[in-house]
């Protein structure tokens, strides 16, 4: 058994970059490691594992029991073959992609290799689209743009209103896990699975190459409908040398991880998902989330399997923290193997980032690294990393080999755009979209902001600066950082604010709209669990938690843009429909600000400090 490793020196390489100077607002930055040549392709690496340790177990989930089912690497294979000879017998290709409606699954993933194997796209949707949504319109939008020659769904029950919505933009195949009898036409999983492979798959499998399209991942953009970003192989492989470059560790331990992170999105997709394929570990499939109600088997997890790396969001981090804090043996369980912890998504707050250190030296007598990346769906989605132990949350590392970013000054920002093989060619069937996307030069216009820790240091890594549309001015004049000050309010309203989304463009100071944590707020009020949200939200106790909340941001100074003057409780949670959050839990701040522009209102029309929802 290898010795278990925490030693950031030790896991990682060292950090490199070099800065090039063009003019007064122009720096070309990037790192003098050449990119190593990549995989052709990410059936290669299934394929390659499949023939070193067929035995090994690829992916693992429980089953409705609550039983381990595995699926070992040369098990993956044989049945990714037979799923990619059903498809190509349906005249599924490059134009006529495969959707996938449902979460996370073995059968997911089975459909996502066979599909990428022969050079079918896939497009895995946010199941919320079809499960949450009232209305449809965004599944009917995707839908309508892809015209998919099959789609999946793990059940036909629970996604019969979904599909009954699509019914007419399209004429695919219905593939479904379970509930067959109740959709007529449907084809049954297992029928897939019992498809001897013929040379039709060996031959389809020899044409894929690196600018082969794996994937088309749908972002929910703040306003219209979701954009299909073109995922190549190129651009996935490309992602995952880097990787392997900057975390060398990976590729003498394989990754052993329990991931939720949903496959219709590009961390858990591309980042976790490819970094276990790639390195030919095991990736423990999640039921849990950290959402209310939700984490428990999140929990029951961690008690059985002790993963070496662990990714999450800083939501499911505030979670895990709660958890850890009051369950020794959970601690004990979740640190034994733990080499490195990864969030990404959002910035970390401090209190969180020091509490997973508190926990690991109590625990095991040393720290756990602690670090993160930076990119998007259209970077896929490393673009930077900080491959080594920074010295606080926030930090997002520095461009990973074979990747340039170009900062311009702008005022009293730093926009980052980004060039290399892992960026996107562009947009499904949207020119124009993908025109606007990029500079007379090439960079991809990604829209974020950035700055150096140290400037006279720059190994030292860049720090996440905001998104460049969504910090506005006082009217005083005075420039408000949204995605510093959100930060900060979380830490200091914690543990009674979920999430905030910033006020105040054109006002004369910051305010808060707080979407509450429930659960919390009625503790804090000494209600039961089953009290209605706005007895909690009124109760005076919360009030005057929030309150010194307020108090305590602005008596740490900065100025007027740096503490909000006021805070709006809302009873009414985000949005699936308005695209105010996605199922990884990300606020859309633009979203919110619009479709909530009545709250803002009552947020300024009023002296009190703490805005009470009403009945």
Known sequence: MRPIVRDPLLLFAPPRVECVRVNETTTLVKSPVPPRPHARCTGDWLAAW??????????????????????????????????????????????????????????????????????????????????????HGKLKAIIALLKPGAIYVSDAAPFAPALRAVAGLHNAALIAGAGVESAPGAVSFETLLKTPATSRVTDAFARVGPETIAKILFTSGSTGDPKGV????????????AKAQLWPFVEHTPPEILDWLPWSHTFGANHNFNLVLRNGGTLTV???????????????????????????????FDMLVAALQRDEALRHAFFARLQVIFYAGAALPQTTWDD????????????????SA????????????????????????????????????????????????????????????????????????????????????PEKGLLFD????????????????????????????????????????NRAAPGFLVFPNAAA???AAGLAGTAPITEALNHPAVVARVRDGLAMLRATGGGSSAYAARALLMNEPPCVDAGEITDKGYINQAAVLTRRAALVETLYSDDVEVLRPAD
């Not at 070193?52 to 049945?79: H, N, Q």
């Not at 651009?235 to 040398?241: D, F, G, V, Y």
């Not at 690991?360 to 602690?370: F, H, S, Y």
């Not at 769906?377 to 461009?399: K, M, N, W």
């Open 521 to 523: 707020c009625r503790a």
């Open 50 to 135: 499949a023939s070193e340790t067929p035995e090994r177990v690829f992916l693992r989930e429980r089953d409705t029991g609550g039983k381990w089912r595995e699926i070992s690497y040369a098990g993956a294979l044989t049945r990714a073959e037979a799923i990619a000879e059903w498809l190509l017998a349906h005249d599924l290709e490059a134009g006529r992609p495969l959707v996938v409606l449902s979460d996370n699954s073995i059968d997911h993933a089975l459909l996502m290799l066979a599909a990428t194997h022969v050079g079918i796209p896939v497009a895995s949707i946010s199941p919320a689209y079809s499960l949450m949504s009232t209305d």
């Open 230 to 241: 073109i995922n190549t192989q190129r651009m996935l492989c490309a992602s995952q040398e």
């Open 356 to 371: 997973l250190n508190a926990l690991a030296l109590a625990t095991v007598g040393a720290p756990v690294a602690m670090v």
């Open 374 to 457: 930076w990119g998007s769906t259209e970077t896929s989605p490393l673009a930077s990393d900080c491959h080594f132990q920074a010295e606080r949350s926030g930090v997002i590392g520095l461009p990973v080999p074979g990747v340039e970013f170009k900062l311009l000054r702008s005022g009293d920002k730093q926009e980052i755009r980004v060039r290399g093989p892992v960026v996107t060619p562009g947009y499904w069937k949207r020119a124009d979209l993908t025109q606007a996307a990029f500079d007379e030069e090439g960079f991809y216009r990604i829209g974020d902001a950035v700055k150096f820790i140290d400037e006279t240091r």
């Open 286 to 316: 999640d039921a849990g989330k950290p959402a209310p109600g939700r984490f428990q088997p999140t929990l029951d997890n961690l008690r059985e399997l002790s993963p070496n790396i662990y990714f999450n969001v800083p939501r499911g």
């Open 466 to 505: 905001g998104r460049v549309t969504e910090d506005f001015k006082l009217t005083s004049g005075t420039w408000v950082s949204v995605g510093t000050l959100r930060v900060r309010g979380l830490e200091a309203l914690a543990p009674l604010a979920d999430d905030i989304v910033v006020t105040g463009h």
